[in-house]
């Protein structure tokens, strides 16, 4: 079953990838998450079940040539969402643009993503 946030993300993520940053700014002024452990347990549950149903990878950005190529972390959910927690909470704040993690549908996400869309 996907849930408010989920349906939000993945309608974001079909045509990008999408910053941890984005993540909360949807969960708190789309969703109505207020900030603080209720965000990190909405973040963490949503990336988690993304992941866990192969809709989704969480990673990062790297130099490929003139332009950036999203990299997947190595891991099972509980090893993503823990790295993104951690880095998370490391910053001491919520995360700015391009900090921490990038979340990118697999097909079946952007397929999942299509049922949302507006014809």
Sequence with gaps: MIDQLEREIL???VDDVIQLAEMVSVAHFEVGIDFGEDMFNAIAGCISSMVRNGLAEVGGL????PTLQFVAWPGGADEVV?????????????????EVSWLSLTEKGRKAAET???P
């Design 11 to 13: 309608v974001r993520g």
């Design 62 to 65: 790297e130099p490929d040539g």
């Design 116 to 118: 949302f869309l507006d």
């Design 82 to 98: 823990r790295r993104v927690l951690t880095e998370w909470k490391l910053l001491g704040r919520d995360p700015n643009l391009s």
